[in-house]
């Protein structure tokens, strides 16, 4: 695992302690420094979906539906293509919170 800052350890740590698998594959790829363009996430998605980013989205290319994202980062330009079609873009840390189980939630990882 890569050295990061305190908060990011804690999330790993937090992740690796749930009951559903989901989270513990997040915590495994987040030491990848994985980034995800919102463009990327509009193409393998659908309105409403819940998804799960094990890293950065950044802003390249365009999104038009809503999502509910979850990402250890996010661009400027990324938060605010998201929100401007409705989305929402909220810490993995925040996700795994209100998913507790996992169930909906799709991890993209580049």
């Known amino acids: 695992m890569k050295p990061k800052n305190i908060v990011y350890h804690a999330l790993v740590a937090d992740m690796k302690k749930s009951k559903a698998a989901i989270w513990e594959d997040i915590a495994e790829r987040l030491a990848r420094n994985i980034e995800v363009n919102v463009g990327k996430l509009a193409r393998v998605t ?3 979906d819940v998804v799960a980013v094990p890293g950065k989205v950044l802003g390249g290319g365009e ?3 809503a999502l509910v994202i979850g990402a250890e980062k996010f661009s400027g330009s990324a938060r605010a293509k998201i929100e401007a079609v409705g989305g929402q873009a909220v810490s993995l ?3 795994a919170q209100k998913h507790a189980d996992g169930k909906g939630v799709r991890i993209i990882a580049g």
């Open 46 to 48: 659908k309105k409403n």
């Open 63 to 65: 999104i038009s539906h």
């Open 93 to 95: 840390k925040e996700l």
